[in-house]
């Protein structure tokens, strides 16, 4: 069984500055993907950024990108030049391409402050 | 990208009735929905697997004649509540794989509230 594992219950960083968020996962699959969601308080579920198994490259969309570290099943997300609306629970996430289930993390709670 | 809808995004309802939530995929056809729960300030939980055209398949622990889930057609699966109790109070979410697979589209979610 796959397991997501999110250290970090809440996270703060300053306004502009940069901070990164911690992922560890276990599984067995070769074949997955990775993600980090965003929660607002709408609860409205956002894709932030993917990554495949597959590729060595770490994914990276304008302010977010990935650590991704395979051999260590390590998955962190940095949020560069933090806004106030980045504010919001993130969530680390696995998908097995077998069965397309996704498996979440705890959750992380960011306060991005002025 | 694409858009899943779920209906209602709130419902109050009393003890012991039962209460129905839709998610439909406006824009691409699912033959895989995925219904998820969460707990104030806790993660999503995995409920069941949606399968259009048969039996749900359902994570160990959630009971199948509690939440009762239909997968009618390529576009909606239903969640029905049965003889809902104060503690099926939380907030359920569904989902659906995109028609490339790579990523999950979620609902709004539906906020459950039984009084």
């Known amino acids: 069984a796959q397991t997501v594992t999110q250290s970090q219950p809440e996270m703060s960083v300053q306004e502009a500055e940069t901070v990164t968020l911690s992922c560890t996962y276990d599984t067995s699959e070769n074949n997955y993907y990775l993600f980090w969601y965003k929660q607002p308080p709408s609860r409205q579920m956002i894709l932030v950024i993917r990554q495949e198994a597959y590729k060595q490259q770490n994914a990276t969309e304008n302010r977010f990108s990935v650590n991704f570290q395979k051999a260590a099943k390590s998955f962190s997300l940095k949020i560069s030049d933090s806004q106030l609306g980045d504010t919001a629970m993130y969530f680390c996430a696995f998908m097995n391409r077998n069965t397309d289930k996704l498996i979440f993390g705890t959750g992380t709670r960011l306060q991005v402050f002025p | 990208g694409a858009v899943v809808s779920q209906h209602p995004s709130w419902v109050i309802c009393k003890s012991g009735t039962s209460v129905k939530i839709e998610c439909r995929s406006l824009?691409?056809?699912?033959?895989?929905m995925f219904w998820y729960r969460q707990f104030p300030k806790q993660s999503l939980m995995l409920m069941a697997t949606?399968?259009?055209?048969?039996?749900?398949?359902?994570e160990q622990g959630v009971e199948k004649d509690k939440f009762l889930i239909n997968h009618a057609s390529l576009t909606l699966s239903t969640l029905t509540v049965t003889s809902a109790h104060p503690e099926d109070s939380s907030f359920y979410i569904c989902?659906?794989?995109?028609?490339?697979?790579?990523?999950?589209?979620f609902g709004q979610g539906t906020r459950l509230t039984v009084v």
């Open positions: 989902s659906a794989p995109g028609t490339a697979n790579t990523e999950a589209f």
């Open positions: 949606s399968n259009e055209g048969s039996k749900a398949t359902y």
């Open positions: 824009d691409f056809q699912a033959t895989t």
